[in-house]
């Protein structure tokens, strides 16, 4: 079904921070016999510079784990005590990162606020005696240089980093419900000031090596090197190392002064902020903004503030003791471990469980030019992959390809790519009105109307003219893909592959396979999903699989809410207020008042009584009435091009009016309201697991939240089950089954965890 983008906090929460390019530099070392014992740190002396190189063996990333640590902590007391040595550079040996952050598991592995305290204490004291060093250390940064490793770059006295886009700096911590807990808290705003300081703090975004430069995070840029005897990436290192050590000497011999006289600007900036009224009232803009994004719901913003605040105010002493204690207490919230959890399952989601495909997909053929057509091709189309988008009409084609452009185009405004990189990239898209050229497609997707008798008829018209070995996919949001398959000659190579919509910003796939579905066509179809940078479930069919079934039940409890009497915007703000990124009746405009009604049928029929609430005739008055949501420009809301404010939509009232029905006073509070729509949604979501649509409950969790936009604070249903007890969950349904019936029937499967305590969804 076609989502919303979750916003807030867990909307810019992606791997890509993480992603980092495997392959490492060997050199010959001459280092003592006891170095060579050492597997993440090493180092060799080039003169008077001491170059230390890291490089977690076995994995695409360096960490600063406990290893990391002990080594980086032996070799720097040796090359201190090296006579020979008068300054020091600090490299990496991967090309795509310095250093990514610190290792999560050594933080989970800690018993309580007080181990983790004493861990971002040790890290302080590390980092204090990189910055307090005798002789210069000059951080050379290519690639990630994020978390620990920012917080590691920024204590040394110099910082040296590739101009590639590889090459990002950034404090990511309060994406897992964490904050920078070595140092970072009262270092950075030191060096990029208050503002700069909390934007990268509490957005966790990352910041372009151009851009760290005029900030003041780097000294100096180093450009890219194009390919010779070595690949680019490695000659790039060998380049930063030169330059690097050239620094290092620089500032030896003074040449290069570490105390940079401070412009007019500058002057005027330190003289404003030397006003302790000035600085609260940023203190108080900052803390109104994080309240009004995040509910309060997470901690870690605020805590961040806290401890920005103590250490300007109070003095480093007392703002390096305020960043561990809060580090501690916040590692062991429950907000933290939802987001860590959500993380890992990111990284489970974003591998192929089942092996590499027969045959790469080079040309992919989309049919159906609309919405969800041109954002699967678009994001298609850049990542090298032949791509035909086919339409039936001009018009619909026409405006299919002017999208595929414009979110390229977007990307040349930004810089994020060149002008002649998206012509080159546009180069890839066929669009065409027939079927010509499909006997060289390796996968077709369809994004045709959600009618079973038109996915037949383009089934039987694409098996007539694709290769035995094509792969056919439905981006259907509700159909069984087994009925679908109905009409295949094929069903070994047909399957289900659900994007959400805006395709290019949403980052979930739901893959969905049949009992037909072979073990390769699956491959493929998470192959190409990975290609295109989606996060992916694979779930087993059934009527609205795994992510529009979870959301109808409680789309229907939103209907019987208006009909009890609430408004859109009351409706909003209590989902909202829950930690939901989007309201609930948003969320019915987004998907489309339409598909809504269309899903509600179905799934009823599906699933009967169980999947009542609300009169789903509310829905189809509004859709016969030309109310169709966003799309048609009225819905819940009346929403006008180019204003972001939206105001509730009047004629919805009467409508409203003529199916009202009486609350019942015992279960109406505002909390009540929020448990019923929960509590449906997270039902529907065990049941999927019980009934084995779901294969584990990571990916369910990874399916609410990414897909569906359940919220991040909670992760996901089932952690949200072993959170909040699944015993009082029960106890919450049993009283609205009392008013309602079995729309709140526990499954057994979460009766089960409510009888056993010990029984847990993630151990």
Known sequence: MSGVRALGVLSKFTLRRYAATL??????????????????????????????????????????????????????????????????????????????????????????????????????????????????????????????GLEFAIACQYRVATKTKKTVLGTPEVMLGLLPGAGGTQRLPKMVGLPNAFDMMLTGRNIRADKAKKMGLIDQLVDPLGPGLKSPEERTIDYLEEVAIECARGITSKKIQLTKPKGTMQKVTDYIMGFELVRNQIYKTVKGKVMKQSKGLYPAPLKIIDCVKTGVEQGPAAGYLAESQNFGQLAKTSESAALIGLYHGQVACKKNRFGTPQKDVKTLAILGAGLMGAGIAQVTVDKGVHTVLKDTTVPGLARGEQQVYKGLNDKTKKRSITSFERDSILSNLTGQLDYSG??????????????????????????????????????????????????????????????????????????????????????????????????????GDGPGFYTTRCLAPMLAEAVRVFQEGADPKKLDSLTTSFGFPVGAATLIDEVGIDVAAHV????????????????????????????????????????????????????????LEKYKMAPNPAVSSDSDVQYRLITRFVNEAVLCLQEGILANPLEGDIGAVFGLGFPPCLGGPFRFVDTFGADNLVAKMRRFEAVYGNHFTPCQLLLDHANDPSKKFHK
């Open 600 to 655: 509600a049928e179905d799934l009823g029929k599906a699933f009967g009584s169980r999947f009542g609430g609300g009169n789903v005739e509310v829905l189809k008055t509004m859709v016969d009435m030309g109310i169709k949501g966003r799309k048609s420009g009225k819905g819940c809301y009346i929403y006008q091009p180019g204003l972001k404010s939206k105001e509730v939509n009047s004629e919805i009232g009467d409508i």
């Open 23 to 148: 392959g490492t530099s060997h050199r010959s070392f001459s280092v003592a016999s006891a170095m060579l014992a050492r597997t993440h740190v090493n180092y060799e002396v080039k003169g008077d510079v001491a170059v230390i190189r890291m490089n977690a063996p076995g994995s695409k990333v360096n960490t600063l784990s406990i290893q990391m640590q002990n080594e980086m902590t032996e070799v720097m007391e040796e090359v201190m005590g090296n006579n020979a040595v008068q300054s020091v550079v600090l490299i990496s040996s991967k090309p795509g990162c310095f250093i990514a952050g610190a290792d999560i598991n050594m933080i989970q592995a800690c018993n309580n606020a007080e181990e983790v305290t004493k861990l971002s204490q040790e890290g302080q004291k590390m980092f204090e005696k990189i910055e307090k060093s005798p002789k210069p250390i000059v951080a050379a940064i290519n690639g990630s240089c994020l978390g620990g």
């Open 438 to 539: 499909f006997e060289k497609a390796d996968m077709v997707i369809e994004a045709v109307f959600e009618d079973i008798n038109i996915k037949h008829a383009v089934l039987k018209e694409v098996e007539a003219v694709v290769p035995p070995h094509c792969i056919f996919a439905s981006n259907t949001s509700a159909l069984p893909i087994k009925e679908i398959a109905a009409a295949s000659k094929r069903p070994d190579k047909v399957i289900g592959m659900h994007y959400f919509s805006p395709v290019d910003k949403m980052q979930l796939l739901e893959i969905i396979t049949t009992e037909q579905t072979s073990k390769d066509t699956t491959a493929s179809a998470v192959a190409v999903g990975l290609k295109q940078g989606k996060v992916i479930i694979v779930v």
